[in-house]
C-alpha cells in the first residue's frame, strides 16, 4: 500500500478528543478504578511494591566507564543492566503517576527521568552501535553544511533506541496533562531527532529487510511512536509506508506452520511489537488497516500454546529461555481476535518485575489488556501434538493420570535465525522437569555473535543431544540441515525419522539416519535408533545426550534422577560404554550453570553401524 492510499484511510479518522489508547474524557476514571479493583490487585501491588523500592534508590548514571566496556572487552551486562533500569525507571512512575496521580513524588520522580533518558548519549546499546564517524574518525564540522556528522550518535537505530521512541511517546499521551511544557516539546524533539528524522533520511537500516525479531521491533516501535506523535498526515502516510513494507519483510521470516525457528521468546518479542503497531494502526485507520485479518497472522498467533510443555517450561530449541511466564495482556488481546489461542492458568503470568529489558510497550499492555474475566478460564496446558512441518519441529504433549510427559525434536538447518547447531537434537520433559534439556541461549556478549559463536556450549553441536562422529560436530550454514523421511502421528504413539548426514562434514560419513518414535503409555518411552553408513571403518562414534540434572551411573542401568521421578536410559552394555562429563556455562543472565553430557562411546565399529537407546520415565 503507497502512501497516497494510507493518507486516504488516515483521513478517516479524525477524533481531536482521543487518543489511541484511551477516550480522553474517561482516561482518569478508568485509572482510578483500576487502582482499587480486586481482579489487578497482584498486578497493581507488585507495579506499587516497586515503585516504592525505586523511590528509595538514586538513578544511575550511564557512565562513560560503562559504555566503553562493549568495545573493549565484549561485555554487555555491565552497561545494559543500568540502561534496562532506567527504562524501569520510566515505566514504573509513569504507571504510579496514573494510579496515584495525587501523589507528587511520582510525577517528580517520573519527570526526572524523562529527562534523563533525554539526556542519553545513545539510546541503542553499545552493542549495536556498530562502527560511527564518531568511533572511527575524527569528525568534520561545517556551519554551513549539516552532515550526519552533526547527527553523530543520532544516525543509529537499534531495537531499544526505537523501543524508547515508543515507550516515550506512549508516556507523553498519557501524562501530557501533567508535564510541563518543556519537557513535553524535549520528548517530541528527542524522538524526532533521534527516531524519525534517521529512519526517513539516513537509512536504509539493515532490519528494514530483515525476516526475524529486528523488523517487527524496530519498525513497529516507530510506527507506534509515529501514530502517537505525528499530526502531519503527509508524514505520516510516508513512514507507514515504508514501517508496512518492513513488516512484510518479518512476515516473509513465517512459513505456513507459523513457527520462528528464532525460539519462544523471540516469538513473544518480535510477534508482541507487531500487534502493539497493527492495534494503533488499526484504530488510527477506523478499522480499514486491519492487519489480523491476514489468516497467517492468525496462525503466529497460535504458536505460543505449541511452545510450552508443562507450566512454564518451553520447548526451548534456539536462543530461548527454557522457563519462560506468559504475557497475559498479549494473550487476551490475541483471543479476542482468534478465540481459538489459549488462554493458560492466571499463575503462569508474567509478574511485573520479570522482564529483565523492562519493555514499556508490554509493561502498560499486561495491565491495559488485561480481560478479569478470561483470567478464570485458564487452564493447565492440555495434551496436544503439534508438527510444525516448515520448521520441522515435532511437539507432543501427553497427559494421563500419571501427569504430563513431554517430547519434542527438531529437524531443520544449521543457518535458522539465532542459530544453534542442533539438527536432530530433542528433549524430553516430565512433571515440571526436563531430563534432556536445551541449554538455550546463554550470555550474550561481542563474541558469542562472532566467529567463535559456535565455540559456547549452548551453540554447538557439543551442547546437544546428537552425535559426534570422528571428533567431527556439526557445521554451521543452510547446508547443513536435516531431511525429513517421515512423520507419523498416531493416537497411542508418534514417530519421526529424520538424515542427518548432511549436518556432518565427515568425509567417510554416506549415511546418517535418527529415528525417534514416542511410546504413549502410562509411564511414556522414546525409542531412539541412529543408523550410520561409511566409506571406511570409523575411528569413534559417539552418542551424546545433555542434562541439567546430575546421572547416577552406580546401578547396572544409566539413570537421570528427578524430584519426582526418574528417566532410566537402556541401552546394550556390549556396545555402548558410557561417561559423564560435568560442564559449566553461563546462561543468559551471566549466572553459571552446571550442565552433564552423557556419551554413550559405541564399541563395536564398522561401515555399517546400528545404535538403539530407550528412554523411560519411572
Given amino acids: 500500500m503507497n502512501k497516497n492510499q494510507i493518507k486516504q484511510l488516515l483521513s478517516k479518522y479524525s477524533d481531536e478528543h482521543s487518543s489511541l489508547l484511551f477516550d480522553l474524557s474517561k482516561q482518569d476514571a478508568w485509572w482510578r478504578e483500576l487502582s482499587q479493583a480486586e481482579a489487578y490487585r497482584p498486578m497493581i501491588d507488585e507495579i506499587r511494591a516497586e515503585a516504592q523500592q525505586l523511590l528509595e534508590q538514586p538513578a544511575p548514571d550511564l557512565s562513560f566507564a560503562l559504555f566503553r566496556i562493549f568495545g573493549e572487552n565484549g561485555s554487555r551486562l555491565e ?29 517528580d520522580a517520573l519527570q526526572e527521568t524523562i529527562w534523563s533518558v533525554c539526556n542519553e548519549y545513545s539510546w541503542c546499546l553499545p552493542a549495536h552501535m556498530g562502527t560511527t564517524k564518531e568511533t572511527t574518525q575524527d569528525a568534520e564540522y561545517s556551519l554551513h553544511d549539516y552532515s ?12 531499544f533506541a526505537a523501543e524508547t521512541g515508543f515507550a516515550l511517546s506512549e ?64 508524514d505520516l502516510a510516508l513512514l507507514l509506508e515504508r514501517v508496512l513494507g518492513t513488516l512484510d519483510c518479518y512476515l516473509e521470516g ?11 521468546g523471540y516469538w513473544y518479542y518480535g510477534f508482541g511489537f507487531f500487534v502493539f503497531f497493527a492495534d494503533l494502526l ?119 493420570d500419571e501427569g504430563v510427559f513431554c ?32 541449554l538455550g541461549s546463554g550470555m550474550y556478549t561481542k563474541s558469542y555473535f562472532g566467529p567463535e559463536r559456535y565455540s559456547y556450549l549452548c551453540n554447538g553441536s557439543q551442547g546437544h543431544s546428537v552425535p559426534i562422529i570422528n571428533g567431527h560436530l556439526q557445521k554451521e550454514g543452510a547446508a547443513h540441515r536435516a531431511q525429513v523421511l517421515n512423520v507419523a502421528l498416531e493416537k497411542d504413539q508418534e514417530r519421526l525419522q529424520l538424515n542427518l548426514t548432511a ?23 522414546l525409542l531412539l535408533e541412529d543408523s550410520y553408513q561409511f566409506s571406511e571403518v570409523p575411528e569413534v562414534i559417539v552418542e551424546r545426550f545433555v542434562t541439567c540434572l546430575e546421572p547416577d551411573l552406580s546401578g547396572d542401568s544409566l539413570v537421570i534422577p528427578g524430584k519426582k521421578q526418574s528417566l532410566t536410559i537402556g541401552y546394550d552394555h556390549h556396545l555402548l560404554q558410557p561417561h559423564v562429563q560435568k560442564l559449566e556455562f553461563a546462561d543468559h543472565f551471566g549466572v553459571v550453570k552446571e550442565v552433564f553430557t552423557i556419551d554413550f562411546k559405541l564399541l563395536q565399529l564398522d561401515k555399517k553401524c546400528k545404535v538403539q537407546l530407550s528412554f523411560h520415565f519411572e
Fill in 79 to 107: 552497561y545494559e543492566n543500568v540502561y534496562f533500569v532506567m527504562r524501569k525507571r520510566l515505566n514504573t512512575f509513569t504507571l504510579m503517576s496514573l494510579l496515584d496521580p495525587e501523589s507528587k513524588d511520582y510525577l
Fill in 148 to 159: 550526519a556528522d552533526l547527527q553523530g550518535n543520532a544516525s543509529v537505530i537499534d531495537l
Fill in 171 to 234: 508516556v507523553l499521551r498519557l501524562t501530557e496533562n501533567r508535564l510541563p511544557l518543556l519537557l513535553r516539546n524535549r520528548i517530541k524533539h528527542e524522538v524526532y531527532r533521534r527516531i524519525f528524522w534517521p529512519y526517513l533520511h539516513q537509512g536504509p537500516f539493515s532490519w528494514e529487510t530483515a525476516t526475524h525479531n529486528w523488523s517487527a521491533v524496530c519498525a513497529g516501535s516507530i510506527g507506534s511512536a509515529a501514530l502517537h506523535l505525528m499530526k502531519d498526515e503527509d
Fill in 254 to 264: 513465517f512459513e505456513e506452520d507459523g513457527a520462528t525457528t528464532e525460539g519462544y
Fill in 282 to 400: 488499526k484504530k488510527r485507520t477506523a478499522g480499514c488497516l486491519n492487519l489480523f485479518s491476514n489468516e497467517k497472522i492468525h496462525r503466529i498467533a497460535l504458536f505460543q500454546q505449541k511452545c510450552f510443555m508443562t507450566g512454564t517450561s518451553v520447548v526451548n530449541f534456539s536462543d530461548s529461555l527454557p522457563e519462560s511466564r506468559i504475557h497475559m495482556g498479549l494473550t487476551h488481546y490475541l483471543n479476542r481476535i482468534y478465540p481459538d489461542v489459549v488462554i493458560p492458568d492466571f499463575a503462569l503470568r508474567t509478574g511485573y518485575t520479570e522482564d529483565h529489558c523492562n519493555r514499556w510497550a508490554t509493561a502498560l499492555r499486561n495491565v491495559l489488556w488485561f480481560q478479569p474475566d478470561k483470567a478464570s478460564l485458564g487452564e493447565p496446558w492440555e495434551q496436544a501434538t503439534y508438527y510444525l512441518n516448515d520448521a520441522e519441529w515435532l511437539i507432543s504433549r501427553y497427559v494421563n
Fill in 407 to 438: 517430547f519434542a525434536a527438531k529437524g531443520g538447518h544449521n543457518n535458522e535465525p539465532h542459530n544453534h547447531n542442533d539438527v536432530g537434537h530433542f528433549i524430553v520433559h516430565s512433571q515440571g522437569e526436563t531430563f534432556l534439556a536445551d
Fill in 503 to 525: 549436518a556432518y562434514e565427515d568425509e567417510s560419513l554416506l549415511n546418517l539416519e535418527r529415528s525417534f518414535t514416542w511410546l504413549k503409555k502410562e509411564q511414556p518411552v
